[in-house]
């Protein structure tokens, strides 16, 4: 049976609710899940005085309902299991996750899948900056796993990210790519000025309407239909995201960069007819 949580929606002040996964609830009864520890502002609470609680966790299937934008960490540092939220959920969600399923049902805040290494992060709509990225400080971004993300994103998604998978439906902000050390971001609409920068090794799809200029430390190298195109699109075709199925007979413009860094990367946008 489905542990399922209700926001009380009592407050504006932040809620952080870091830990509180699938992989600790899923042997507690309700009353252990209800005196969980969570942060109200700089007030610790138990989950109780913020959310209703039915259900239980034995399947490790969490759902969340309500608004949830001003309640940060959901599934964060979660193993395994399934999360669902019924509406926008706050930032950090499943920062550094190491597995399992996480869907938002709306849009997700800042830092959405930070520093994450195994897992699937679904965001039905928007996302804000920074989603895969690496905390401030950190050597490393994201080690692995998949983000994407349907509606639009922000800036620096991807920074100094290692592996893995992040698709972004819609809009990207400014940086995409920023630092990247390997690992590979689609953005299927417009995206932000100095994609790639820094880049050492990794693959950035740029496929909007607009080609966005790259930096002068990238050099062209061919155009043609590449094969591992062809592939990475029929896998997000395979998961559900939405893709334009005209992509698939495209011809596509390769550069490689960043030069000022390591300059493996790969950098496609999709030809002019």
């Known amino acids: 049976m489905t542990l399922k949580l209700v926001y009380k929606e009592l407050t504006t002040v932040p809620v952080e609710i870091e830990d509180f996964t699938p992989d600790w609830a899923f042997d507690k009864s309700i009353a252990d899940i209800e005196r969980f520890e969570v942060f109200h502002g700089n007030r610790q609470?138990?989950?109780?005085?913020?959310?209703?609680?039915?259900?239980?966790?034995?399947?490790?299937?969490?759902?969340?309902?309500?608004?949830?934008?001003?309640?940060?960490?959901?599934?964060?540092?979660?193993?395994?299991?399934?999360?669902?939220?019924?509406?926008?959920?706050?930032?950090?969600?499943?920062?550094?996750?190491?597995?399992?399923?996480?869907?938002?049902?709306?849009?997700?805040?800042?830092?959405?899948?930070?520093?994450?290494?195994?897992?699937?992060?679904?965001?039905?709509?928007?996302?804000?900056?920074?989603?895969?990225?690496?905390y401030r400080g950190s050597a490393k971004g994201m080690l692995g796993g998949t983000i994407l993300v349907e509606g639009n994103a922000g800036n620096e998604i991807g920074l100094t990210m290692r592996r893995g998978l992040i698709a972004i439906g819609g809009a990207a902000g400014d940086l995409v790519g920023f630092n990247m050390i390997a690992g590979t971001v689609v953005v299927m609409g417009q995206c932000g000025i100095r994609p790639g920068a820094g880049m050492r090794r990794g693959t950035l799809a740029l496929l909007g309407p607009i080609r966005v200029p790259l930096l002068p430390s990238f050099r062209y190298a061919a155009r043609y239909r590449p094969q591992v195109l062809s592939v990475l699109l029929r896998i997000l075709i395979d998961q559900g995201f939405p893709v334009d199925q005209s992509l698939l007979k495209c011809e596509f413009e390769l550069f490689h960069g960043d030069l000022v860094s390591l300059g493996r990367g790969e950098v496609f946008f999709k030809s002019a007819a």
């Open 45 to 134: 609470c138990t989950l109780a005085d913020l959310f209703s609680i039915t259900g239980d966790a034995s399947d490790k299937h969490f759902v969340f309902e309500g608004n949830l934008a001003g309640v940060h960490w959901i599934g964060a540092h979660m193993r395994s299991g399934n999360i669902i939220v019924h509406g926008p959920a706050g930032r950090h969600l499943g920062s550094q996750m190491a597995g399992g399923e996480i869907t938002v049902l709306g849009d997700a805040g800042g830092w959405a899948g930070a520093e994450m290494r195994k897992g699937i992060i679904r965001i039905k709509g928007n996302a804000g900056h920074l989603v895969g990225a690496a």
